[in-house]
Nanobody, 115 residues
Framework: VQLQASGGGWMQPGGSLRLSCAAS????????MSWLRQAPGKGFEWVSF????????SYADSVKGRFIISRDNAKNTLYLQMHSLKPEDTAVYYC?????????RGQGTQVTVSS
């Protein structure tokens, strides 16, 4: 299982970024996916979930109404569209899944929100 997040960077408060996660090594369309994040000096925080077909989603209260999770099963890619970014969104963002009880979390991408 390989999960590679990309699309992070620096953004001013109120801006938008779209993260992508390229998946390989497993049948992407069969598994639900999640985004997690880890802010400096803190533990992992769950951000969002999407089921395997892409028609069921959920969000942490901290991002609800600002972030949108989606997926393209034909491209084996997961997305996180982030709007109205806040300094507290600064973190390394990871895509993740659970296969046969094992949690997989690939390389993350840094998102920094500051003025």
């Amino acid at each position: 299982v390989q999960l590679q997040a990309s699309g992070g960077g620096w953004m001013q408060p109120g801006g938008s970024l779209r993260l992508s996660c390229a998946a390989s090594g497993f049948t992407f369309s069969r598994y639900a996916m999640s985004w997690l994040r880890q802010a400096p000096g803190k533990g992992f925080e769950w951000v969002s979930f999407i089921n395997n077909e892409g028609d069921v989603t959920s969000y942490a209260d901290s991002v609800k109404g600002r972030f949108i999770i989606s997926r393209d099963n034909a491209k084996n890619t997961l997305y996180l569209q982030m709007h109205s970014l806040k300094p507290e969104d600064t973190a390394v963002y990871y895509c993740a899944n659970s296969i046969k009880g094992s949690t997989n979390r690939g390389q993350g991408t840094q998102v920094t929100v500051s003025s």
